[in-house]
Structure formats: C-alpha cells, structure tokens
C-alpha cells in the first residue's frame, strides 16, 4: 500500500543533505562528519542522524539525513553559528555545494531503499504538478518492488522546492523505475510544471533482514536496534563455528585467508535464513516500528538484548576456558 502525505510543520523534520567529496579525502570527510554529530547531538529537539556512504557508480557523493523532533528545532541547528563553523572547516573537503532537502511530517524515510527527489516547480503550476506526480505514483505502483512514497510541500523560511520520497524493497528495482521509460515519458510530459529536479538515494545497512508480516507499511528498525539484533545473532554464530568448523579446517591444513572466506559465507547464511528470522520473532515487540512506539518498550529491548549479551559471553567463558 502506497502513503501519500504532505508537509506538516508541527510534525517530525527531517533533512537530507548531499555532498560530493574530493578524491582521496574521504577518510578526512568521514572524520568531520562525526565531528558535526558529536555537535548536533548537542541541540535540543536532535532525534538520529545517518551516514550514507556512496553507491556503485555514484560521483562519490555522500548522503546524511538529520532528523529533529519539528521545523522549529531543525531551523535552529540549519541557522546555528556552530553549523556555518563546521562548514567552513569542512569547505576544503567539498566538491561543490552541498545540496538538501528538507522533508516535514510524514513517516521517516528508514526503509530499504529510498530515492529522494525534489522540484524546482514553475510558480503558479503547483497544481499541475501534483496532478503529474499523482499520474507519477499510479504508474510507479505497477513496478516491482515498490513500496511507498511521499509528497512534501515546501517549508516556508526554510525551503522553496516541493520533495518526494519514494521507496523499493532493493537497490536493483529502484534503479530499474528510474531508468525505465515509464518513467521517462513522464519525466517528459512533467516538464510543463517544473524547472529542474534532483535525486539522492538512501539505502538502510541491514534492511534486509528485518521484515514483519506482508505489508510495506511495517517498515524496518532504526539502525541502532538492527545493529544490536545483528550482534546478538552474529556473536554466538561466529563462537560456534570458529569451535566446530573452524578447528576442521585447521586440521585440514587450509590456510587462514581461504577459512576466513568460508567461515564468513558460512555465517551470513546462518543469520540471513535461519538466526535473523528467530531473532525477528523473539524481539518483534521491541524491533516493529508499529509495535514499539514507547520510550518503556525501546529501553525493555535493549536491556533484555544487553542482558543476552552478558549470558552469551558467560556461557561461551565457561565453555571455552
């Protein structure tokens, strides 16, 4: 089922910014950004922030998405004296101006894979243009792999272009909506209504494995509980194998980079088909974004999946000496 929205100033807020980076100062990049978190955290309303490294093929452009808890507060951080700061220390590292979109109310855009694609809309043809872009929604939802999208209107004082955020189970079904000619027929018969457009990609780290029930609107946890969930089932696989699998290959003689590699086909397999789902089950209540909506329930998880940590280290202590 597809979710239309528009922007609300008294919801959540969200901005996703794009930068392309010179060649060979990632790693510089990488330090400034967390540099500009440690001082983002710092301001009131902060909620997550996110680091997109590029894709295959992207021009090495990065991808961060902040997100407050409303406009007023993301105004605050956009307008602040130490974010103009980090951006004349991290001007040096830039290939070009960075670019962003802002995105009010509406559901977080936490799913698999998300295209991010705002308009310069022509004044006085706003109308048109969400007449396009719903003639654009009925055509995406006959593509493979869709999930949603979103409309948001601009924010006035903050932002001036009209955003929409769509969403695709994998990284390959929205590359082929974006390069299908569907979709470039209408692009051609949407040009009537606006200037220019742009389009950033967000993908999830491990959206894969956290699925709940049939429909697309479930949605995936934030990456903080997936990381954690990843561990719980990642730690004792691992313990495992090196115990069992990983003394056979020894005694086989294989060297040490050619175990690696199968030990590691060995665990992804075990957490992708049989851990993960277990793990999904066991922890739905704190992991499904429908089912989790208290501050109790967020902090219940993550103590009992802490407490799990401490009984798997216990036990494997014991049992390996």
């Not at 277990?278 to 998880?301: E, K």
Request: include cysteine; charge should be negative; aromatic fraction near 12%.
């Amino acid at each position: 089922m597809s979710t239309r929205a528009s922007g609300d100033p008294g919801g959540s807020a969200t901005v996703v910014t794009s930068q392309k980076v010179r060649a060979g100062l990632n790693d510089d990049y990488k330090r400034w950004q967390e540099k500009t978190n440690q001082v983002v955290r710092g301001f009131d309303g902060f909620q997550d922030t996110e680091l997109y490294p590029p894709a295959s093929g992207d021009e090495n452009e990065w991808v961060v998405v902040f997100r407050f808890s409303g406009v007023e507060q993301l105004s605050t951080w956009l307008d602040s004296g130490e974010r103009r700061q980090l951006l004349d220390e991290g001007r040096p590292l830039f290939d070009g101006t960075p670019t962003q979109e802002v995105l009010t109310g509406g559901t977080p855009a936490e799913d698999v894979v998300t295209a991010v694609i705002s308009h310069d809309v022509l004044p006085g043809r706003e109308r048109d243009f969400m007449r396009w872009q719903d003639k654009v929604l009925k055509e995406q939802e006959k593509h493979p792999g869709f999930m949603g999208s979103e409309l948001f209107k601009p924010v006035e004082g903050i932002q001036d272009r009209w955003v929409v955020a769509f969403r695709f189970d994998t990284r390959e079904h929205l590359d082929g909506w974006l390069n299908s000619e569907a979709r470039e027929k209408l692009l051609d018969e949407g040009r009537d209504s606006f200037r220019s457009y742009d389009v950033r990609k967000i993908g999830s780290a491990f959206g894969g494995w956290f699925r709940f029930g049939e429909g697309a609107d479930e949605g995936i946890p934030p990456n903080w509980k997936q990381a954690m969930s990843v561990v719980l089932a990642l730690y004792p696989t691992v313990m495992i194998l090196n115990l069992t699998v990983g003394d056979w290959f020894n005694d086989m003689g294989m060297p040490g980079y050619v175990a690696l590699f199968f030990g590691n086909v060995l665990s992804v397999s075990i957490l992708t088909w049989l851990l993960m789902p277990l793990v999904n089950r066991a922890f739905a209540f704190w992991l499904s974004p429908s089912r989790a909506r208290s501050v109790r329930v967020h902090v219940a998880g993550a103590a009992i999946v802490a407490v799990c940590y401490l009984v798997l280290i216990v036990v494997f202590g014991l049992t390996t000496g």
